[in-house]
Every structure is written in C-alpha cells, then in structure tokens.
C-alpha cells in the first residue's frame, strides 16, 4: 500500500512536470520575432547620429500594430533600454499584413526627453514583422532618439569635421 502510494505520488509529479514543461514549449512557439533596436540621446539636435550620441539607459519604447482597414490594433508591446542602449521585444503572433511601429513612450533623462516630431524625424518607425523567407526571429529595427534641450557647445566642430552645413533652422535652435 505504501510503495503504490509513493509511486503514485512520483507518477503526478512527472505528469505536472512535463504539462509545465509543454506550456513553456507552446508559448516559445507563439514567439516569432524577437526585435532588437537602440535609443541614443542626440546633444547636437541634428536628428541624426554623430560621434557625440549618448546611449540613453532605461528610455521606455513601445511597438504596436493595427489593421490597415480599420486601424484596429492587435498588438502592443513595450520594453526599456538598457545601460547600452539596447532593447528587446517579444513578439507573438503573425502581424505580416499589418502596420507595425516601433515609438518613443518616455526618457528618464530630463535634459534629453524631447521626442522628435517635424521634418524627416519622427516619433515612431515602421517595422516589417516578415521574415520573407529568411531564417530566424530576430528583428533589427531602426534607432529611434530623443533630442537634448540645448545644442551641446562641441557640436559645432562636431558638425565641420563632419563637413556637413546645418540647415537654417538647426543654426537658429543650437
């Protein structure tokens, strides 16, 4: 009576195990991409990167994606850089069809928290959650930045050993 008891008890414990074991194997299976991407403090306010870019530690970015017909969204999700820049996200589920953005949630540095919005920069950028038969998850998206509140002083020789002209309306906000 004793060693059927045992054996039964041993024989739940396999089964619960390997019903854990399956769940952690199903959810892996509904991951499909992993995307990977940066977000760096601009101090020059080129919206651009240069040599004087800052990895920006701990800024919140967030992905969505919605239906183009009805602009209803099926997925969101979000993560916070790390001490190097970098972020990851897990994304389940096929979104091919869908638009997909990658956009800036908050900055935890108050001297570079400004989320660009004129021009060619922009507060968000697209993605292609497709691998168009491309081997495996991983996503490589586009850096997204926020702006310093004040051009940094170095950002002048920065900008002529680049020898590029800043437009107008850089040199009036520097």
Same mark, same amino acid.
Request: glycine share 4%; with cysteine.
């Given at each position: 009576m004793g060693k059927s008891r045992v054996i039964f008890i041993a024989s739940a414990i396999c089964l619960f195990s390997l019903i854990g074991i399956t769940q952690a194997y199903d959810e892996l299976i509904f991951i499909k991409f992993v995307l990977e991407g940066i977000v760096y403090c601009d101090p020059c306010r080129s919206e651009f990167k240069t040599n004087l870019s800052q990895p920006h530690a701990d800024a919140r970015v967030g992905m969505q994606c919605r239906h183009p017909?009805?602009?209803?969204?099926?997925?969101?999700?979000?993560?916070?850089?790390?001490?190097?820049?970098?972020?990851?996200?897990?994304?389940? #589920?096929?979104?091919?069809?869908?638009?997909?953005?990658? !956009? /800036?949630?908050?900055?935890?540095?108050?001297? &570079?928290?400004?989320?660009?919005?004129?021009?060619?920069?922009?507060?968000?950028?697209?993605?292609?959650?497709?691998?168009?038969?491309?081997? #495996?998850?991983?996503?490589?998206?586009?850096?997204?930045? !926020? /702006?310093?509140?004040?051009?940094?002083?170095? &950002?002048?020789?920065?900008?002529?050993?680049?020898?590029y002209i800043p437009e107008l309306k850089d040199i009036n906000q520097a």
């Open positions: 017909e009805d602009e209803k969204v099926s997925i969101t999700v979000s993560a916070s850089t790390n001490s190097s820049e970098y972020y990851h996200m897990l994304i389940s #589920g096929y979104h091919e069809n869908e638009i997909c953005e990658t !956009f /800036l949630i908050r900055s935890p540095r108050e001297d &570079c928290s400004e989320i660009p919005t004129e021009g060619h920069a922009r507060e968000s950028s697209r993605v292609t959650l497709t691998n168009n038969g491309m081997p #495996g998850k991983y996503c490589t998206v586009n850096p997204l930045f !926020f /702006l310093a509140k004040k051009a940094a002083p170095e &950002c002048e020789k920065e900008f002529q050993e680049m020898e």
